[in-house]
Nanobody, 127 residues
Framework: QVQLVESGGGLVQAGGSLRLSCAASGPAFSSIYAMGWFRQALGQEREFVSH????????YYADSVKGRFTISRDNAKNTVYLQMNSLKPEDTAVYYCAADLFPTRNWPTRMEGYDYWGQGTQVTVSS
């Protein structure tokens, strides 16, 4: 079991920044291979945002956020971050973090590639 708790969402004006955090814990925590961020806008399907391997920290980004968002992790704090800059109204969504425990699966952009999910945090970008 892995517990994931997101924080850091909120309301921000277009062009602003937010930093999301995802703290991981639980008896299976040491088995985490990678962490991902997804988002789901109202009435839309959940979509991939970014991914990072726990070690050595290889990252992937969706084209829509590349150059604006940065994913990072703090191994000592068991926490993954998503720094979001130059936010746009179309970034408005509930953001979810997820944990992947199986490195051989290698589906970083697919929801099926993750085993545990957080409860989500709302990000609203006003124009």
């Amino acid at each position: 079991q892995v517990q994931l708790v997101e924080s850091g969402g909120g309301l921000v004006q277009a062009g602003g920044s937010l930093r999301l955090s995802c703290a991981a814990s639980g008896p299976a925590f040491s088995s985490i291979y990678a962490m991902g961020w997804f988002r789901q806008a109202l009435g839309q399907e959940r979509e991939f945002v970014s991914h990072i391997t726990w070690r050595p920290g290889v990252t992937y980004y969706a084209d829509s956020v590349k150059g604006r968002f940065t994913i990072s992790r703090d191994n000592a704090k068991n926490t993954v971050y998503l720094q979001m800059n130059s936010l746009k109204p179309e970034d408005t969504a509930v953001y979810y973090c997820a944990a992947d425990l199986f490195p051989t699966r290698n589906w970083p952009t697919r929801m099926e590639g993750y085993d545990y999910w957080g409860q989500g945090t709302q990000v609203t970008v006003s124009s």
